[in-house]
C-alpha cells in the first residue's frame, strides 16, 4: 500500500535543499525569483546552508548534502521539500539513508526531476511512499510561470479520495533559454509531442507507473536501492 503525504495547503512551508548540485552565478537571482513566486502563491520557504554553494558539480559533501535533507524531513513545519534542480551525483548520499529512520517519520512530498529521480525512485520502492516527478524549485522562478509547472501544485494539494488525470503537454523545447542576471524566460515551446509505438502497434497496460529520469534510474537497477516487486 502506498502512503500518500498529508495534501499541500496554503501557508504551509516548502525546504530547498541541494542533495546533487547546487546553485550558483545567474541562477542565483533566478531562485530568488522562484522563492519569491513560491511565497505570491502562499507558501513559505526556508533554504539549507548549502543551497547556494556548488563545487565540481555538488553542493557540499555527500553526508552534508544528506544530513541536509534529512533536516528538512524532520522538520514538522516542513510539508513539502524541493531541490533547486538535479545534477550528477546525488547517488552519493544513498548509502547514509536510514530507511528504519525514514519509516517511522510522517511521509512528506519531494518533488523534482532530472538527478532528483535517483532519490523519488530509491523512496518509492523501499519505503512505499509517493513522491513527485515534477518540476524542481528552479522552474518556478520564470517571468511567467508555466501552467504545467503550477499543475503539479494542484496535484500536491489534493485531498484523499481525489484523482486527477494527467495528459502530455501539446510542444517541448530543444534547448533551454538563456538565463541572465535579470532575465529569466520561461520554456520556449516549439517542438510538437508525438507518441509512437516502436512496432507500430496500439498496447493497452494497468499498474501503478513509477517515472523519473531514465538516465538515473537505470544505474539503480538491481542494487539495493531498487526494490521493486514485481507481481
Known amino acids: 500500500m502506498i502512503k500518500y503525504p ?4 496554503k501557508g504551509d512551508t516548502i525546504g530547498i535543499c541541494a542533495p546533487s548540485s547546487g546553485v550558483k552565478g545567474v ?3 533566478k531562485l530568488d525569483y522562484a522563492i519569491k513566486n513560491l511565497n505570491s502563491l502562499g507558501y513559505e520557504c526556508i533554504e539549507t546552508n548549502s543551497v547556494r554553494q556548488n563545487n565540481k558539480a ?3 559533501s555527500a ?4 544530513e541536509e535533507f534529512m533536516s528538512l524531513y524532520k522538520n514538522p513545519k516542513v510539508k513539502a521539500v524541493i531541490p533547486p534542480w538535479g ?3 546525488l547517488m552519493d548520499i544513498l548509502p ?3 530507511f528504519k529512520a525514514l519509516k517511522k517519520l510522517p511521509t512528506k512530498w519531494i518533488l523534482g526531476f532530472s538527478d532528483t529521480s535517483t532519490l523519488l525512485f ?3 520502492t523501499n519505503l512505499n511512499m509517493a513522491t513527485a516527478h515534477g518540476p524542481n524549485c528552479l522552474d518556478f522562478g520564470f517571468e511567467s510561470v508555466d501552467s504545467s509547472v503550477l499543475k503539479v501544485l494542484e496535484i500536491l494539494i489534493l485531498e484523499k479520495g481525489r484523482s486527477f488525470k494527467q495528459t502530455n503537454l501539446e510542444k ?5 533559454p538563456e538565463v541572465k542576471e535579470d532575465v529569466f524566460p520561461s520554456y520556449n515551446l516549439t517542438e510538437k509531442v508525438i507518441w509512437k509505438s516502436l512496432d507500430n502497434k496500439s498496447h493497452e497496460f494497468r499498474g501503478r507507473l513509477i517515472g523519473g529520469c531514465m538516465d538515473v534510474i537505470c544505474k539503480i537497477i538491481g542494487t539495493p536501492y531498487d526494490d521493486v516487486k514485481i507481481t
Open 6 to 9: 498529508l495534501p499541500l495547503k
Open 27 to 29: 541562477f542565483l537571482n
Open 58 to 60: 555538488v553542493s557540499t
Open 63 to 66: 553526508k552534508a548534502r544528506y
Open 87 to 89: 545534477g550528477e551525483f
Open 96 to 98: 547514509y539513508i536510514d
Open 122 to 124: 530509491t523512496l518509492t
Open 172 to 176: 517541448f523545447q530543444k534547448e533551454w
